[in-house]
């Protein structure tokens, strides 16, 4: 298994902002993977990381407005730049073990007023 | 594009009772993830199955990867199952970047 532990729990921040969520492994991973959930509904993949490359975004999500970093095997950080209040939800860190079984992080609730 | 259809979208149950949920897939997937997203939002891992069927306690799955469904059994509901239940579909290798996709989720009450 993978124990996966984010930055912060909870984030509060005015509109046109930017703030960064950081997500740490307890191990090394291979890749590491970016949801966003808003209330009520199902998790949608932002993004795919792997160390020493560009993030892939899915459609719907830009570089530009959700920058990833991945320095190394065990970290990942997602920013939400310029944020407004249609971003307010939760976002998950994820990545998988050696038998591909994937677990996520505590999730980061994020509201921008 | 790849797609993973959850049913019931919602489930009452009464504690001692069960049922099941189901999810249909419209391609082939790898394997499959049960997970249980409780009160707190935080998502706990229930299942994975690349075939067959796995049983833990008072639940149950099963993954028919040919015919492109998995069920989730719950028996002897008990209050605290109450939650989201997600099913999630891992992709191919090589077909879409082998990915987790997730369907809609279940919201099942389990009431006294």
């Known amino acids: 298994s993978v124990l996966l532990y984010q930055k912060p729990n909870r984030d509060i921040c005015q509109s046109g902002t930017s703030l960064k969520i950081q997500c740490v492994a307890d191990s090394q991973v291979v890749s590491m993977f970016w949801y966003q959930q808003f209330q009520e509904q199902s998790l949608m993949l932002m993004a795919t990381?792997?160390?020493?490359?560009?993030?892939?975004?899915e459609s719907g999500f830009t570089k530009d407005k959700f920058p990833i970093s991945r320095p190394n095997l065990t970290f990942s950080t997602l920013t939400v730049n310029n944020a407004r209040p249609g971003d307010s939800s939760i976002y998950f860190c994820s990545s998988r073990d050696s038998t591909y079984e994937q677990y996520f992080g505590p999730g980061t609730r994020l509201t921008v007023l | 594009g790849d797609q993973v259809e959850q049913s019931p979208s919602a489930l009452s149950l009464h504690e001692g009772t069960g049922s099941a949920l189901r999810c249909n897939f419209t391609?082939?997937?790898?394997?499959v993830q049960w997970f249980q997203q409780n009160s707190r939002g935080s998502l706990i891992n229930l299942f994975y199955l690349a075939s067959g069927t796995k049983e833990n306690g008072r639940l149950k799955s099963t993954f028919n990867s040919k015919e492109s469904y998995s069920t989730l059994h719950i028996r002897d509901a008990q209050l605290e199952d109450s939650g989201t239940y997600f099913c999630a579909a891992a992709t191919n290798y090589g077909s879409s970047g082998n990915k987790l996709i997730f369907g809609i989720g279940t919201l099942l009450s389990v009431k006294p």
């Open positions: 990381a792997n160390e020493g490359s560009e993030a892939t975004y």
């Open positions: 391609t082939t997937m790898r394997a």
